[in-house]
């Protein structure tokens, strides 16, 4: 399974970025493999719709799952037109994150807005 998750930097450690369109960094992590790869975030410095073209990335990467903390509703309906499964992410770290998944621990993300527009979202 491949896992994406907007990330604050491109390390081990790095947190779960706030922001999904607006991530610096998505780490994509394989759970055959048990190895991230930490992908650059493109869409970030978009003027508008940050988060449907980060969305679009997150659907070319064959990517299964995305957790993340948030998510727009455009960005949503792209992601899950592709089958592609949200969940929420707690406080911690990326890898936490991860952890807590393949564990049951996390719960599908299904509180979507209607996006931030130009705001930023840190």
Do not use: W
């Not at 997150?58 to 995305?66: E, Y």
């Not at 929420?88 to 599908?108: M, W």
Request: glycine share 10%; aromatic share 8%; charged share 20%.
């Amino acid at each position: 399974m491949k896992i994406m998750i907007p990330t604050d930097d491109n390390t081990d450690q790095t947190d779960v970025c706030v922001s999904f369109g607006r991530a610096p960094y998505f780490m994509a992590y394989d759970s055959e493999t048990q190895k991230a790869d930490f992908k650059e975030n493109e869409a970030a410095s978009s003027q508008g719709g940050a988060g449907i073209k980060a969305a679009q990335f997150i659907v070319d990467s064959g990517t299964d799952t995305l957790l993340t903390p948030r998510c727009g509703d455009n960005a949503a309906e792209v992601l899950n037109a592709a089958g592609i499964k949200i969940y929420k992410t707690r406080a911690g770290s990326a890898l936490d994150n991860v952890k807590a998944f393949l564990s049951g621990e996390l719960a599908f993300l299904t509180d979507t807005h209607p996006g931030l527009h130009n705001h930023g979202g840190k």
